[in-house]
C-alpha cells in the first residue's frame, strides 16, 4: 500500500500551549518505528497524556488509519491546561482525527474509572525537565517542563495511573530523560508486572532522550521474585534495559495518510 508523507500542519498554537519539539519527534518516530506492531496489536482506546498542540495523539491517529480496515479506534487526549485542549482540539480536527479531548490533571483525577482497563495503547511525553518542587504544576506553559526533583514529580503520578488505565495488552510509550533515571522507572514498572524496551534513544545539545515501550509481562507477576540484575529475554527489561538494542528511526515526518 503506497504511502502518502507529508508533515502535520499546526493550524493552531498559543504562547501557553508547547509547540512540538526534539521530545516531541523522538515520540512519534518512536511510534512510527513500531508502527507494524501497533498495526498487529489492533488497538481499540489510545490516550494521549498531555497532548499540547496535539502533534502526537494526530500522528498516532495517521499512521494507524488504514483504508482496508474496519476496526474503528477511540482516541482520547488530556492535559491540564486549558489552552492545549483547544489547540489539540484544533489540530486533530485540521487532518480530520476525532478524538476526545479533556482538560484533566491526570495526577489528581487518574483519569476517572472509564477508561480504567481499557487502554490498549497510551502516549506520554511528560513534564521531566528537574526544577525546584514549587514549579511542578503551575499554570500555562510551565506545567509543560517543570519535573520537580529529578523531573519525576509528575512522572511517579502517571505511572501508577497508567497501571490502572492500561488493558491486559496495553502498551505504554514514554519519553523519559536520562536525569529521571529511566533504569530506575523500569524497575519501578518491573514491580508492577510491565517488560520495557527503549524504542528511540537520542541526545540532542541540551538534553539526552529515551522512548521507552511498557508492556505487561505475565511472567513478571509469577512464581518468586527474579533477580533484578539478570535478563536473558530478548524482549529487554527494565535491569538490562540499557544494554537493549536500541530500535532507532532517523527523524522523519509522518505518514499522512495510508
Ligand atoms: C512536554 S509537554 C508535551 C506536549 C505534547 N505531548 C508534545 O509532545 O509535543 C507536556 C504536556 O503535559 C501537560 N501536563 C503537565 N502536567 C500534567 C498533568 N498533571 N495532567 C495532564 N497534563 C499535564 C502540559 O500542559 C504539556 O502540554
Redesign the pocket.
Known sequence: MPSRIAQIRLVSGHPE??E??D??FA?VDALLADRENLLEHQPMFCL??????G??ITSLAIMLRQEDSAASVSYFA????PH?VRVTSETLKAHTVHAEVLC????ASGMGKRLWGKVDVMVV???YVPTPEDEV?RDGIA???AGGEDGRT?ID?ILPVADKLLSNKGWLYMVTLAANNPSQISLLMKEKGYASHIIVQRSTEEESLHVIKFWRDPDLLVGEPKDLSVDTTHRTSSAGMMDSIFLQSPRKPFLEDR
Open positions: 500551549v508547547y512540538p519539539c521530545d516531541s515520540l494521549e497524556v498531555g497532548c499540547g498542540s502533534y502526537v488530556t492535559d491540564i491546561n492545549a484533566d490533571n491526570i495526577a511525553n511528560p513534564p504544576g506545567s509543560a517542563w509528575v503520578k
